[in-house]
């Protein structure tokens, strides 16, 4: 399944809303590579390869997106949003920047730029001021319009389709590796209509206490708390949820762990009203988990924002003043890791709404037994 198409007058309004910002900032020029601040404001998402790709945004004046020659037929031209710029083998790509941006005094450059075109650009714009552009950017992406929040929630429904098979026992799990258990649910993401897989984190026992754990040989016995967390790319929107499950009976100390982890992870659901700042949605979790006495299993934030890229603003941290905002999309992911033991998380997509929070992700939330 492809993006649906996404009306120009999206990306206008977008574009729009990007100079207004430019102008608060006196930012005179925004330049954007790959990462996803391009396919936002362009419907086009740079390959992220040696050659340049990026959109220069002049705060008055028209936007260009410059373009390997042999990449152009990718792109979908969006009249009125950019001039498209195809620059051929033997062109020096930065030069042609620097000569779109000539005369900017604030110049605000993307995130994911790779180093190697902003040092050649640097010496070719002397005298400008360079800035982040997540300063100009972030605060409209963050702010999830109605089509994107149910992308989102399309999303969200296909892997929750997964987690339910995973709890009702339907992925087999005993005697099968994590990297197994890991490419069964890879396999099943893309079946549900995602494009693409962006993770399958499986981890068993002792490996669960690693949260990034890389899914590898060690085969899964009985007996375990097996911790799952996937997601994938569906029409440009990402997934991403977390469920435990123990093969056989429950033993005792993970059960325990768990009933604290489930208070934690709907306590903060329910904290993640729009007006509470981030870090006091952080603190909803903490606390509980804290109040048990897992504190210092407790090692990492609590959330994510989530949209075009797996991980963006906002971020559900402490030091994180932001106030949520209705269509603000994030996780909800406490954990508690043992080492050398066990570890556990439990993770629901969120959006921020004037109704309320709303969860992406309704699969089970108890510790299934398969
Ligand atoms: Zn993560
Ligand atoms: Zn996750
Ligand atoms: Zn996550």
Redesign the pocket.
Known sequence: MSAPAVPTEVYLDRLGRVRAAMGEQGVDVVLLSVGHDLPYLTGYEAMPLERLTMLVVPRDGDASLLIPALEAPRVVEQPGVFDLVPWGETEDPTAIVAKLASGAGTIAVGDQMWSRFLVELLPQLPGAEYRRAVDVVGPLRRVKDAAEIAALAAAGAAVDRIAAELQAGVVPLVGRTEAEVSAHLSRRIVEEGHDKVNFAIVAAGENAASPHHHAGSRVIGEGEIVLCDFGGTMAGYCS?TTRCVVTGDVPADIAEAYAVLHAAQQAAVAAATVGTPCEEVDRTARRIIADAGYGEYFVHRTG?GIGLEEHEDPYIVEGNELPLAHGHAF?I?PGIYVPGRWGMRL?DIVVATDAGPRPLNASDHGLATV
Do not use: L, M, Q, Y
């Open positions: 991403d994510h996780s992911e993770e």
